[in-house]
């Protein structure tokens, strides 16, 4: 087990990465207060609640598309060579991907108006971290196999499309309920960017084709750009031995690079059983503006080695024609450095359900006075089941992707609250989920885990998530 | 009996997360993994018209050495496998032709030649591969060039001009050499 537990937050923390991020057991799930972070328009239950400091939110997650850890490195007796070969350059496409996040609340709470309860105020802060890296297809191959024997072949530079970002995030939302069925909310956010790269939005090609006048033709048209903040000056403090937590503390107290991002959400209650909801979430950007360093290769160039054509080659004795060459070469696809400003925006997130709950229990599970729920809003803690689906997609650098979910809750009692998921997206279409609330007294536990077929051998998943958090929630009114 | 599901819903969640596992995996393989490409770029092309061989007296009429930095750079010198260097000797003048391709090292002492001897126009063109690396000549020669010299003689008269349109001796010539990035 503990090697399993190992290989899993290698595989979270190597690939690092977070785009896929859908929240599909917690989304809507209203015994969590977290919940508010993927819906801030939830229908709220409590008086307020405080997550516990470091613990209230730990969330990880990693996904691969095409390829997993078992494919390649599995003890099959295979050769390595050709597993790759086969499952990764034959196989993988320039849409497949990899991509990780962590996700860690550092402070999370919330609390009702105390002079008017249809508000219910929630703030907190956490930091976030994700990598995404496309494959890239053509660019493997020329790695892998080179250009020779694949005269014509246009090896796309568009392929390498990868970038990360590692923020801390200071919010503050509030959630109204308007009617007895419709209940808004609306989160501000203000981002301090620590750490970011970026490489998207590449284009041109390079190709090999019969020269003109030499037996080859080489041709590189590039517009490529690498840009990063942060990057250096944690390079940096790596490679001095020391201060990276103080620079990721200074960064990520508003030293770093600032932005600012809205989330919004909505529950309508269609009627005494049927629930509908819906939110976006970071429509913000960042502006990089602290230790940015940006790459470019900008240009076309064709060449078929040195070239000389008597007479003009003689005018020159003392000509050097190899450095006339690269000087050529480099005055044509010149490699910069900048330091540039530069904005990312953040990758917007969709999410929608559908909720029908019966099996009524009689009384609320939870133990609140709630007013506002008895005469409409979510009436869903008075009924033991609830069934539904959820629709997810999110902004991606090779388009939106999507997530579709079926999911069946069910409530015990006050203690308990369970919810089973079943999710098709891209990179999975048997992804079960399975997410725990457990309250004892004031104090809530929740517990969630992704693709869990795939815990069977995690090695061979394409994707998984985890996540956990502790809370202390007042469901008593003032 | 009324909280069995609960318990049975939990213990399963429990046993998923904490029961865990994985196959076997050998991540030594990654030892094993030969990341070797390659690579293929022309490397020189000379066109000398028939004009200019008329021109010069005596039979040595080309020679010149060019610096040629490819081969040696460290990255490619450190990591070529293997490969072949493949010339293309093309003669629409009037005169026999030899010609001498020369690897020079950096004192410029010749590691390796290859010489071409052309028939007057008409005549079919010459193509030859020359092998480096194990089932060939020594890859030293190509770590160690840093120069080709190309001589060219003519083996013929200095009046004479071909009937064919434009007539010129051509050089062309181009490496595919493998690389082991690991």
């Not at chain 1, 899993?8 to 977290?34: R, W």
């Not at chain 2, 008329?54 to 009429?61: C, I, K, P």
Request: net charge negative; aromatic share 12%; hydrophobic share 40%.
């Amino acid at each position: 087990m503990i090697r399993s537990l190992v290989l899993f937050i290698t595989l979270i923390a190597g690939y690092m990465t977070i785009h896929a991020q859908n929240k599909e057991v917690l989304y809507d799930f209203i015994e969590i207060p977290q919940a508010l972070m993927v819906n801030p328009g939830m229908n709220t239950i409590y008086n307020w609640y405080a997550g516990v400091p470091l613990i209230s939110g730990i969330y990880v997650q990693g996904a691969t598309s095409g390829l997993t850890v078992n494919d390649i490195f599995a003890a099959d007796g295979l050769d390595i060579n050709q597993k790759v070969r086969d499952r990764a350059l034959n196989s993988l496409s320039k849409r497949d991907e990899v991509n990780g996040i962590f996700q860690v609340d550092i402070l999370n709470g919330g609390f009702r108006g105390q002079k008017d309860p249809a508000n219910f105020f929630s703030f907190g802060m956490y930091v976030e971290g994700y990598a995404l890296n496309y494959w890239p297809k053509d660019l493997a191959i020329l790695a892998y196999e080179g250009n020779a024997d694949r005269l014509g072949q246009r090896f796309d530079l568009n392929d390498l499309n990868t970038s990360g970002q590692f923020i801390n995030v200071l919010h503050f939302g509030i959630n109204r309920q308007i009617k007895n069925n419709l209940t808004l909310g609306a989160r501000i956010k203000l981002y301090s960017g620590i750490v970011d790269f970026n490489s998207t939005n590449n284009s041109g090609y390079f190709e090999t084709t019969v020269g003109q006048n030499n037996l080859l033709r080489n041709t590189l048209v590039s517009d490529m750009r690498l840009r990063s903040s942060g990057l250096d000056a944690l390079l940096d403090a790596n490679d001095n031995g020391g201060g990276i937590g103080s620079l990721l503390t200074k960064r990520g107290l508003f030293g770093g690079d600032p932005g600012l991002g809205f989330d919004v959400g909505v529950t309508y209650n269609l009627n005494k059983q049927t629930v509908i909801t819906g939110s976006l979430l970071d429509i913000g950007l960042l502006y990089h503006t602290s230790d940015v360093t940006n790459y470019t290769l900008e240009g076309s160039a064709s060449i078929e080695g040195v070239e000389i054509i008597l007479p003009d080659a003689l005018s020159d004795p003392n000509a050097d024609f190899w450095e006339d060459l690269v000087n050529e070469i480099e005055e044509l696809i010149p490699f910069e450095e900048n330091s540039k400003n530069y904005v990312t925006f953040r990758p917007i997130k969709f999410y929608s359900s559908i909720r029908y709950n019966f099996g009524k229990q009689g009384e609320p599970t939870a133990a609140c006075d709630c007013d506002n729920q008895t005469d409409s809003g979510d009436r869903s803690l008075y009924y033991l089941n609830s069934v539904g689906g959820q629709l997810y997609a999110i902004n991606r650098p090779r388009g939106p992707q999507f997530a579709v979910t079926a999911f069946y809750q069910r409530r015990f009692a006050k203690v308990l609250a369970l919810k089973a998921t079943y999710t098709v997206d891209k990179f999975t279409a048997s992804n079960i989920g399975l997410g725990m609330s457990l309250q004892a007294g004031p104090v809530n536990l929740y517990i969630m885990g992704d693709n869990l077929l795939a815990y069977g051998n995690i090695a061979d998943g394409n994707y998984a998530s985890f996540q956990l958090g502790l809370n202390i929630i007042s469901w008593e009114r003032n | 009996m009324k909280y069995i599901p609960k318990y049975l819903y939990t213990l399963i969640m429990c046993a998923a997360i904490l029961s865990s596992c994985v196959d076997k995996q050998d991540f030594d393989q990654l030892d094993n993994l030969n990341v070797t490409p390659t690579a293929e770029a022309s490397i020189l092309y000379v066109e000398t018209p028939e004009r200019i061989i008329n021109q010069v007296s005596g039979t040595n009429f080309y020679s010149q050495t060019f610096n040629f930095d490819a081969f040696s750079e460290e990255f490619f010198a450190d990591n070529v496998l293997d490969g072949v260097v493949t010339y293309e000797v093309e003669n629409t003048t009037s005169k026999p032709l030899d010609i001498t391709f020369e690897f020079l090292d950096d004192a410029g002492n010749s590691l390796d030649s290859e010489n071409f001897t052309v028939n007057a126009a008409p005549t079919a063109i010459l193509r030859r591969e020359i092998a480096y690396g194990p089932a060939g000549r020594s890859l030293d020669i190509i770590r160690n060039t840093s120069a080709i010299r190309v001589s060219a003689t003519n083996l013929g008269d200095n009046t004479s001009v071909s009937t064919l349109p434009n007539p010129t001796v051509y050089l062309r010539s181009s490496a595919k050499f493998r690389i082991g990035l690991k």
